[in-house]
């Protein structure tokens, strides 16, 4: 898979979670929300307390992925980190992710 297919493909899926409204947006939420989420996506460039806090809450059960270029996934200014809340959806997204880096 190209990885300009591989980026469309990322964003529809991505478009499609936030449409279903099956996105958590922002480390503040994720946490305070303490739930099971299917995946979470933190940006390459998110750090500090907040993504040691995240990493943390995943631990071994939850996976978190590192994406280059979240922001402009969502077509969002300022995203760091989402969860998927669909375990359809998290799974496509987890499976085309992991294509690219074979």
Do not use: H
Not at 25 to 37: E, H
Not at 50 to 64: C, N, S, V
């Amino acid at each position: 898979m190209s990885t300009e297919e591989q980026i469309r493909k990322i964003k529809a899926y991505l478009g499609f979670a936030v449409k279903s409204r099956s996105i958590v947006w922002g480390a503040d939420n994720i946490l305070a929300r303490k739930r099971f989420y299917p995946l979470i996506l933190e940006d390459e460039t998110f750090d500090g307390k907040a993504a040691r806090e995240i990493a943390d809450y995943a631990g071994e059960r939850i996976p978190l992925l590192k994406v280059s270029g979240l922001n402009a996934l969502l077509n969002k200014e300022v995203c760091k980190v989402v969860a998927i809340t669909d375990k359809n959806l998290a799974e496509i997204i987890k499976i085309t992710i992991n294509a690219g880096s074979d």
